[in-house]
């Protein structure tokens, strides 16, 4: 199973960005979907999660207020909208599914590739 993440680029500080999570197999649409990130030299941390449902979320506090998640099921695919971006908001985003809800990484079986935001200051 392959998840793919997508949407990032280069965004000023206080912009935007929508972020994608694609795959095959129905895996995005029957499994809990989170998505991590992960600076350079740091952990890869928990950003927010969507059940399969779309009914119940959750997101770490540095994002609330500013990200939210969503999902089409009949698209297979979820979404990371992005809002007043930080500076510190810029690592590689990557998008996993697993069968809970659940910030851990270690409950996700599957992952995705990553794609890089990257906010200027």
């Known amino acids: 199973v392959q998840l793919q993440a997508s949407g990032g680029g280069l965004v000023q500080a206080g912009g935007s960005l929508r972020l994608s999570c694609a795959a095959s197999?129905?895996?995005?649409?029957?499994?809990?979907v989170g998505w991590f990130r992960q600076a350079p030299g740091n952990e890869r941390d928990f950003v927010a999660l969507?059940?399969?449902?779309?009914?119940?979320?959750d997101f770490s506090d540095s994002v609330k207020g500013r990200f939210t998640i969503s999902r089409d099921n009949a698209r297979d695919t979820v979404y990371l909208q992005m809002n007043s971006l930080k500076a510190e908001d810029t690592a590689r985003y990557y998008c996993a599914a697993g069968g809970r809800f659940s910030s851990a990484k270690w409950t996700y079986d599957y992952w995705g590739q990553g794609t890089q935001v990257t906010v200027s200051s």
């Open positions: 197999e129905r895996t995005v649409s029957n499994h809990y």
């Open positions: 969507i059940s399969p449902s779309g009914v119940n979320t």
